[in-house]
């Protein structure tokens, strides 16, 4: 279980990314995190692993505070806390097999982590993650030679390095065409339904809310304006999310 309390995070320029955010997430579900570019979406997704520090409230998960969590307990917290980025977060001239593995660095000790030095068992599970995303042929390819959903698929690889318990997918599709983006979606989606890995995801476009989501959260300007299935999101709750000049696709 993800519990959000009362969230804000207001940046040093006096902008209120999140204002009193408050909901949970069960074990095991897809939950979308819908909202206009700024709404407030990916600042809330880095603050549940941390990598934005909130101003004021906390996230526990499974009844463990995350924002009080130490440096050595933070890191323990993120070993199962997969992530997958916009814009992928490789490292280009890398092969891909190198940016795979670093999935692995939690569990790894920090001085073998500077050496890049993995052992066979670590190997072996990045081969098995590769494979799974459809991409063992490209091991030793660069990640710089790979096309945007290829590097998609290694960025989902690599998460799924780290054994998740929760993933954290922010605008994991926003830069990719829509076949490809579904493409995308089907793998969170059979790691969900599959590992039983809870899912948070943000999105843009509703049709992919609808299809792939248990459950849906709209943040504006910072604040929850809807939070229930998909199906519920009417044209009156559009317009609260969207604004009256948004125009329904999907």
């Not at 997430?25 to 549940?48: H, M, N, W, Y």
């Not at 490209?138 to 959903?149: M, N, R």
């Not at 995308?184 to 948070?200: A, F, R, W």
């Not at 504006?220 to 939070?227: A, M, T």
Request: glycine share 8%.
């Amino acid at each position: 279980m993800l519990r959000v309390e009362h969230l804000t995070k207001v940046y040093e320029n006096g902008t209120v990314a999140l204002e009193d955010v408050s909901f949970e997430v069960p074990e095991g579900q897809f939950l979308a995190v819908i909202g206009l570019s700024g709404s407030g979406k990916s600042t809330l997704l880095r603050c549940i692993n941390r990598l934005i520090e909130p101003t004021e409230g906390r996230i526990l998960w499974n009844d463990e505070d995350i924002t009080n969590a130490g440096q050595e307990e933070l890191r323990r917290h993120r070993r199962r806390i997969g992530m997958v980025f916009q814009h992928f977060n490789l490292v280009a001239r890398s092969k891909v097999s190198t940016n795979v593995l670093a999935g692995r660095l939690g569990y790894t000790q920090p001085a073998l982590s500077l050496l890049n030095h993995f052992d066979g068992a670590d190997r072996d599970q990045a081969v098995r993650a590769l494979d799974r995303v459809g991409l063992a042929e490209k091991a030793d390819s660069l990640a710089s030679e790979l096309s945007g959903g290829q590097q998609q698929r290694v960025g989902i690889a690599r998460a799924l390095m780290q054994d998740p318990e929760l993933m954290l997918a922010d605008e994991p599709v926003a830069s990719l065409d829509p076949v490809l983006a579904h493409s995308i979606m089907q793998h969170l989606e059979s790691i969900n339904k599959d590992d039983g890995v809870t899912v948070l995801c943000s999105l843009h476009f509703l049709d992919l809310v609808h299809r792939y989501s248990d459950r849906a959260i709209a943040l504006f300007d910072g604040q929850i304006v809807f939070d229930g299935p998909p199906a519920e999101i009417d044209d009156e709750k559009f317009q609260d999310i969207y604004g009256h000049e948004a125009e329904r696709v999907g």
